[in-house]
């Protein structure tokens, strides 16, 4: 499921020490004690109709999760509400709204115009809810979306100088909150399942700056993701929003929130303040990786977000390689900033139905930690605090903590084949086309220029399963710092063994990367570790940021290992279906999920196996197996094959296996000697039924037997003549092997059979 959930504000809670949108202040109403004349009331909508229509929609990631119903209007000075004319020739408009039985109310303006001086206030009618001052700051391509204000009834204030241009304000939608009073309190602060971690916890100090960068979103006036501030390459404070693509709506009304959070790690009694923007501009947006970036456009301060909001533009890595850990700041469910740990390596994948291949990072969380709804669009940190995704969707919850969630890569949505600026982010957060790999993070309030920084990152040849002995480690260098990078050296080793220095030497002017190629080394079989950092930069000099110095990886080493394939036949359902290897110890070696729906075919994977015996689990989430039924019209199967010889199968007549089924098969352990002989035959060779026909070859009497993999004899006969015959229609699909013994030779020969 996509993970896009409704925001609603708390009811108890004043502005004064929950929110902050606008400018800030009193409107001129509060002190001279006037009230709107002029009200515009809204009947309650066909809730039961609604709830019919989010019975569907919920379930569906086709849209936000919807809260209100929007009234559209226009509502304006010319039509609505009522002047005010002070004695000092100021000017006061009002305008009340109701909507009847409303949980919430929020506003969309458009065509709205405020000339310098002019104010622009929303609140309840009890005015200890208050939203501005707007100004023409606030207003982007003459749209603000405001706060949702809690209750049924909101006053629209503007306040005109005396002798100022009256501009022009115009209420184009008036969301009706309708959703009941206990789904309300489900989805308010304090919300979230019970393990969500805030983000102010002892696990999440190192992540100070990176919190600083996740905001909340309201989306479409109705509905609720995540996302981060996101730097560029000329570390300039563009204020760039990553989040998902699924999230989008005209973003010229959506509501950034920063710094909604604990200030320790238990939850407070109240809600803690927080700091909103509102309007953005459409950058880009792709969908096989899920990403949107938009630029925020109103309330910003030399262009950019008010330092007084604390904040921080994360880093990025664009590279292919898996991170050994990551890390998500998101708000679920509606609820105060938390962050969720991933201690593995991330999975490249192809997720959430995605059309496009690993075009998604799958993360199983620990520590206890999860995402919700509302965390859509939260960002994915490596282990070196760097963006590597945004959250697209899955399962996990606090009630189903092994359940995975797929992040659209930003190595995916970099520079996809074909796109232009309008669905790829090279091209805005690599503005002067620099080339580099990865950034870091960039933050304003301490934004002196880094002379001198040399960073590893993306180490390659190290990582997964190698059928071999020997691997070749190499990774990125590049210079984050602003003078020409001409020499490093690098240390590096494996399994924390002695060190081994690498002289690095060259000419790299800022964010541009190179390759290092290290020697070839030879390992025994295992797991195995690599690490390596790099130092003194320039003959010595001090490296500036020693955040981006060092990298790791985790691989596994088969000496005389081969190949099997996995062939995996899928039917119209991809999503429902995961699987594991397992080796005899039951440990998971190999294994597979994130398919996407509605693309029913065949994906073929390759394993390295030492001699040994396995068994393959493949789980199906609905219960029905591989079988795709008459709306699909592709039913699924299984074949496991080893130098051309099927060894387990599940045909496609047998794909309805429920839940779960497993295969057993061995590699080299069958306990049968192989021996050649031109004189010994089976015929047919492959046989799909009936009657084999065995040629011993041999003058003597003989015992024959039909084994499978596991060495288990299935048949058996006393053959007195050169040949025998056997009934092989009752084996399943997969391959066997014919002993013959004679007592003074042996001979084994191999069939499979075809179905």
């Avoid at 009811?11 to 929950?18: D, G, N, V």
């Avoid at 260098?477 to 002695?498: C, K, M, R, V």
């Avoid at 990367?513 to 070839?520: A, D, G, N, R, Y």
């Avoid at 089924?661 to 352990?669: E, K, Q």
């Amino acid at each position: 499921m996509t993970k896009f959930f409704p925001f609603i504000l708390l009811t108890t809670l004043s502005i004064s020490i929950f929110a902050q949108q606008g400018d800030g202040g009193k409107p001129f109403s509060n002190k001279l004690q006037l009230s709107p004349s002029g009200k515009v009331v809204f009947n309650e909508p066909n809730i039961s109709s609604l709830k019919a229509e989010d019975v569907i929609n919920d379930n569906t990631s086709t849209g936000p999760w919807r809260f209100g119903f929007n009234n559209e209007c226009a509502l304006s000075t010319l039509n609505s509400g009522n002047w005010i004319t002070l004695a000092n020739g100021d000017r006061i408009w009002l305008l009340e709204i109701s909507c009847k039985n409303a949980l919430t109310i929020n506003l969309t303006f458009s065509n709205l115009s405020l000339p310098e001086g002019n104010e622009l206030f929303v609140y309840n009618p009890e005015k200890d809810f208050i939203l501005g001052k707007f100004t023409e700051k606030h207003i982007y391509l003459g749209v603000l979306g405001t706060e949702l204000v809690p209750g049924s009834r909101v006053i629209v204030e503007y306040y005109v100088p005396q002798g100022n241009a009256e501009g022009h304000v115009n209420v184009s939608r008036v969301t009706h909150g309708y959703r009941t009073a206990s789904e309300f309190e489900e989805k308010a602060f304090g919300s979230s399942g019970a393990c969500n971690m805030n983000v102010n916890c002892p696990d999440g100090l190192p992540w100070q700056l990176e919190r600083n960068s996740a905001v909340m979103l309201v989306s479409g006036s109705n509905g609720f993701c995540s996302g981060a501030l996101i730097n560029n390459t000329l570390n300039d404070g563009k204020p760039y929003v990553l989040t998902a693509n699924h999230c989008y709506s005209d973003p010229t009304n959506w509501i950034f929130r920063f710094n909604w959070q604990a200030a320790a790690c238990d939850n407070p009694s109240s809600s803690p303040t927080f700091q909103s923007l509102s309007g953005s501009v459409l950058r880009s947006r792709r969908t096989p990786s899920d990403f949107c970036l938009v630029e925020i456009t109103g309330g910003l301060q030399a262009n950019t977000v008010p330092l007084s909001y604390n904040p921080y533009f994360s880093g990025w890595n664009r590279g292919n390689t898996a991170p050994t850990s990551t890390v998500s700041i998101h708000h679920p469910s509606g609820d105060i900033k938390k962050i969720a740990f991933d201690d593995a390596a991330a999975i490249a994948s192809q997720g959430m139905g995605s059309s496009e291949a690993n075009s998604t990072w799958t993360v199983e969380w620990d520590r206890n930690t999860t995402t919700e709804g509302g965390s859509s669009g939260s960002p994915l940190f490596d282990q070196n605090h760097r963006i590597i995704g945004q959250l697209w969707g899955g399962g996990a919850s606090c009630s189903n903590l092994s359940s995975p969630d797929y992040y659209g890569r930003v190595y995916s949505s970099w520079e996809p084949t074909s796109s232009t600026s309008a669905n790829q982010l090279k091209f805005w957060l690599d503005p002067n086309n620099s080339g580099a790999e990865f950034i870091d993070g960039y933050d304003p309030s301490n934004a002196t220029p880094i002379q001198v920084d040399a960073g590893i990152a993306n180490p390659q040849g190290v990582s997964g399963t190698f059928c071999g002995a020997e691997v070749a480690p190499s990774f990125s260098l590049q210079n984050n710092g602003e003078q020409t990078l001409t020499s490093a050296t690098i240390t590096y080793s494996f399994d924390s063994g002695p060190g081994q220095i690498y002289n690095w030497t060259g000419n790299l002017p800022q964010w541009q990367s190179v390759v290092v190629s290290l020697p070839t080394a030879t390992l025994t079989a295992g797991n195995h570790t690599f690490s390596a950092s790099v130092s003194s930069p320039n003959a010595g000099q001090a490296d500036e940021n020693g955040n981006n110095n060092s990298v790791s990886s985790t691989f596994n080493v088969v000496i005389g290992g081969q190949t099997v394939n996995l062939n995996l036949t899928l039917d119209c359902y991809g999503s429902e279906t995961s699987w594991e290897l397992q080796d005899e110890n039951t440990t998971a070696i190999y294994f597979g999920t994130g398919y996407p729906d509605d693309e029913p075919g065949l994906i073929t994977e390759p394993w390295c196996l030492n001699d040994g015996c396995y068994t393959y689990v493949i789980m199906d989430s609905y219960g029905d197996g591989l079988l795709g039924g008459i709306w699909c019209g592709q039913d699924g199967s299984v074949s496991i094959g080893f130098q051309g010889d099927t060894l387990a199968a599940i045909p496609e007549e047998d794909a309805d296996f429920g839940d779960q089924t497993t295969l057993g098969f061995c590699i080299g352990v069958s306990g049968i000697t192989s021996v050649t002989s031109t004189q010994a035959a089976l015929f047919p060779n492959p046989i799909s039924e009936g009657v084999l026909t065995v040629v011993t070859g041999l003058n003597t009497p003989a015992e024959i037997s039909i084994v499978n993999t596991t060495g288990q004899r299935l048949l058996s006969k006393r053959c007195n003549n050169t040949s025998e015959q056997f009934d092989v229609t009752s084996l399943v699909q997969g391959t066997y092997f014919v002993e013959i013994n004679s007592g003074a030779k042996q001979k084994t020969m191999k069939f499979i059979k075809i179905r």
